[in-house]
């Protein structure tokens, strides 16, 4: 599976961004999806994750502020991010735990991230 971020960018505090990720490689399903993050001279971590059935997570830092979605019909998802802070600064990456392929199961696939940028 294949997953391609978009979106990032540089954007002043207080303003908004939305990721997308889509994913490609001949799929039937994909599980549960989600976005990432790593900042500099930090540990990746988990912003927000949703499963199949649109059930979703978030990070207590991003709650209220971010918003995970995702359309089945075109395997992609989305992160739309409002009132953004300098502390969001990171590369954003888009992660599918399982995925039903043509060429079978595949797991645990990771995009190569988005960067984004907020100016205090």
């Known amino acids: 599976v294949q997953l391609v971020e978009s979106g990032g960018g540089l954007v002043q505090a207080g303003g908004s961004l939305t990721l997308s990720c889509a994913a490609s490689g001949r799929i039937y399903s994909i599980g549960d999806m989600g976005w990432y993050r790593q900042a500099p001279g930090k540990e990746r971590e988990a912003v927000a994750l949703?499963?199949?059935?649109?059930?979703?997570t978030y990070a207590d830092s991003v709650k209220g502020r971010f918003t995970i979605s995702r359309d089945n019909t075109k395997n992609m998802i989305y992160l739309r991010m409002n009132n953004l802070k300098p502390e969001d600064t990171a590369v954003y990456y888009c992660h599918a735990d399982r995925a039903a392929t043509q060429r079978g199961p595949e797991y645990d696939s990771w995009g190569r991230g988005t960067q984004v940028t907020v100016s205090s």
């Open positions: 949703i499963a199949r059935d649109g059930y979703t």
